[in-house]
């Protein structure tokens, strides 16, 4: 009887909210610092309890070391797909550090609650624009969809990880250095444009006080680039946010 209750029920649930935890933990918005230990801990529990009805339970494993790797199989792969999309806000922070760097904002730091760190304040007011646009799409339901996808493409005890898998989050961490070059360029550029024209300035006229208005005029500078760039990133964090469940999609299928 108790073996019949545990290949039922205990079995299923452990390894379906392992999975389920390790999205939590790593996913955007749902991984957050923000959000209250208890209430990521009840989401998880709740998501668990949906998700384990709608699964054939699987043989009890029969050693301590098949529990402990499917375990980990398990908590494994829920990472990997909470950070496939966490990759596309990290890009985000990295533009913010650079365009802070060039506007002049190197040394000014704000607490960030989402990392309990000090963080270029750019780097905040970027990520949070990110987040917004990410609540906005409900990229959030995506991921969860895909949570929920991947017990039918991935049964549990089937997670099969190897170096194809850790190669693509690799390729998803290079494009987050892509994204932070791109979302930071418009800034990038007007600044070194106001640098170029300054120089030149102090050449001609050796008497303007160059480094008193350079940093004001960079900044300005720097503020109506970032104005006119803003307007093109829901579009353009669409896209990177299908391309980061694409990737997800594409480790379910190179651990199964």
Not at 70 to 92: H, K
Not at 98 to 126: C, H, I, K, R
Not at 247 to 254: E, K, N, P, Q, S
Request: a positive charge; charged letters at 10%; glycine letters at 8%.
């Amino acid at each position: 009887m108790a073996s019949a209750l545990i290949q039922r029920y205990f079995f299923p649930a452990l390894f379906v909210g392992l999975r389920v935890a390790g999205l939590m933990t790593f996913a955007p918005f749902l991984g957050t610092r923000v959000l209250p230990g208890r209430m990521k801990a009840g989401l998880t529990v709740a998501i668990t309890v949906l998700l384990v009805p709608s699964f054939s339970p699987r043989p009890v494993p029969s050693s301590l070391t098949s529990w402990l790797e499917i375990a980990m199989s398990e908590a494994a792969l829920g990472i990997l797909m909470g950070l496939s999309v966490q990759m596309v806000f990290d890009g985000f922070q990295l533009a913010g550090q650079v365009a802070g760097v060039q506007m002049g904002f190197a040394l000014e730091n704000v607490f960030d609650p989402t990392t309990n760190a000090t963080t270029p304040v750019l780097s905040v007011f970027y990520q949070t624009i990110a987040m917004l646009i990410f609540l906005k799409l409900n990229v959030h339901h995506w991921m969860l969809l895909a949570l929920g996808q991947s017990f039918r493409l991935v049964p549990v005890g089937t997670v099969v990880a190897g170096m194809p898998a850790a190669r693509e989050i690799l390729r998803a961490a290079e494009s987050m250095w892509v994204i932070g070059v791109e979302i930071a360029a418009p800034v990038l550029v007007a600044t070194m444009a106001v640098d170029l024209a300054l120089s030149f300035l102090s050449r001609i006229a050796p008497q303007v006080p160059v480094l008193l208005v350079g940093l004001s005029v960079k900044q300005m500078c720097g503020y109506l680039a970032m104005a006119g760039a803003i307007a093109m990133w829901p579009a353009y964090l669409q896209s990177r946010f299908l391309d980061a469940i694409r990737v997800a999609v594409r480790i379910l299928h190179l651990v199964h």
